[in-house]
């Protein structure tokens, strides 16, 4: 750290912050506590963890969490995979500028996506997709891209039915491409204009208003290119695949193979060469450079929903797009019955979602719903007169027995943990603790100057 810093001294100030946050992770500059065991003196350290979005080691609940949700939210559809990427002509523009430009990028990516899927010609229905923003490539370059989770089809623009896209295709990659570009250069210029850019280093020139109208004429004269398929093994399986950077930034852990000196080897798959698992070795102050290059401005939000996974009104909204494919498959599995059996509280268009409690609660699964009084008088019989029957009864200490075995299994795990691992007889008691440094006790690697 002290040799980057001593190399890269123009660094910005949220930069050093995030990494002198890395570098205290999980030392005594974060506090924690100290278990020493009263038989044989064996000690063990526990150091509390940053918990910083961009840290390797962090952030392992947090993604579990945002796993299980989107999980729970995903569509009975096909999904596709789509990857809106910068070309690397934008790459150092984007490093002096980005907050901007990242913003440009989820605003043009989002914009076309919906646009492409609104217009009659191709889709003719309000799509939604999940959007995280990756900004490294295997090697740690610079390379800003987005990963978008599309379900296999949207709403109607009426809101009266669900349109579905083909199995294999979703909109035309040419098209996308370039509207993608058309709407992503529209803001760039119009950030220009305001003058909201900051041009420095290799940049500087085109702070010149000629040198910049022919450099973004070489943008609009090229290909963007935006990566289209349909996920292999499902949705579920991307979703993992995000989550593994919606937490955590450019590396983990499982890629670090040795380090030797101030060298460190890393692994990463080389796509050019069949995806082939090659190893690179770096100098230590190389390293915190690429990494840093893919430090997010504080507070920024790198994974957004749009369309109909907006987070407004997305429940209800979903409910309603489940509900109208529930109606749907049953029309292609009986065309006969579909007059009599259409539910009378299918909406009529956008503005009439129904909330979350007058949709039925078995419509996500295609069951019939069940109401609370009838799975619990399914559960626990009952006699004549309301009391609870013999059946009940066993049915009540069956659960007690589970319950008070529940409870000792845990008992028994705590005093597993207790217990010293060394010598297996006595047990752990803290002998030293030290709470979470909070604020401006946190540990700086430039302490602030407050002459």
């Known amino acids: 750290m002290p040799a980057f810093l001593e190399r890269y001294p123009g660094t910005a100030p949220g930069v ?55 999980q729970r939210d995903l569509l009975p559809v096909g999904y596709f995979h789509l990857v809106f990427t910068l070309p690397h002509e934008l790459s150092a523009l984007a490093l002096g500028n980005r907050r901007i430009l990242y913003d440009d990028l989820f605003t043009a990516s989002s914009q076309t996506l919906l646009t492409l899927g609104a217009d009659p010609k191709h889709l003719g229905a309000r799509l939604g997709a999940i959007m995280v923003l990756h900004t490294w490539g295997q090697q740690l370059e610079h390379h800003p891209h ?52 900051s041009f420095a280093g290799s940049t500087a020139a085109l702070a010149e208003t000629a040198v910049f109208e022919r450099w973004l004429s070489d943008l609009y004269a090229k290909d963007w290119v935006v990566y289209a398929k349909k996920p292999f093994a499902g949705p579920e399986v991307l979703l993992k695949y995000l989550t593994r950077y919606t937490h955590r930034v450019a590396l983990s852990n499982g890629r670090l193979v040795k380090m030797a000196g101030d060298q460190v080897t890393l692994s990463y798959k080389d796509y050019a060469d069949g995806c082939r698992r090659k190893e690179m070795t770096l100098a230590g102050v190389e390293l915190v450079r690429r990494f840093a290059l893919h430090v997010l401005p504080k507070g920024y939000v790198r994974v957004r929903q749009v369309g109909l996974l907006a987070h407004r009104d997305r429940t209800a909204r ?13 029309a292609k599995a009986a065309p006969a019955a579909v007059a009599g059996e259409m539910p009378a509280a299918v909406p009529t268009g956008i503005g009439a979602l129904p909330s979350a409690a007058t949709v039925p609660a078995g419509v996500a699964s295609g069951t019939a719903a069940v109401e609370p009084a009838q799975a619990q008088a399914a559960c626990v019989p009952e ?69």
């Open 318 to 330: 979903l409910e309603v797009c489940r509900q109208l494919l529930t109606v749907s498959g049953a």
């Open 383 to 451: 006699t004549a007169n309301g009391e609870v029957g013999a059946g009940g009864v066993a049915l009540q200490a069956v659960a007690a027995v589970i319950g008070w075995l529940l409870a000792w299994l845990l008992a028994v795990g705590m005093s597993a943990r207790k217990r010293c691992p060394a010598c297996g007889q006595g047990e752990m008691d803290t002998i030293w603790e030290q709470a979470r440094p909070r604020g401006r006790r946190r540990p700086s690697a430039r302490p602030r100057d407050t002459s």
């Open 146 to 197: 987005i990963h978008a989770l599309v379900p296999g089809g949207g709403l109607a623009l009426a809101g009266t039915s669900w349109v579905a896209s083909r199995a294999n295709f979703l909109l035309p990659v040419k098209v996308l491409g370039q509207l993608f570009r058309g709407k992503y250069l529209a803001g760039l210029r119009a950030a220009y204009d305001s003058g909201q850019l």
């Open 16 to 70: 050093v912050r995030v990494l002198s946050t890395l570098a205290a992770c999980r030392t005594a500059a974060l506090g924690g506590h100290v278990d020493q065991c009263t038989h044989c003196g064996h000690t063990k350290y526990h150091y509390h963890s940053c918990g910083d979005r961009h840290c390797p080691s962090c952030g392992g609940a947090k993604r579990a969490a945002w796993l299980e949700r989107q």
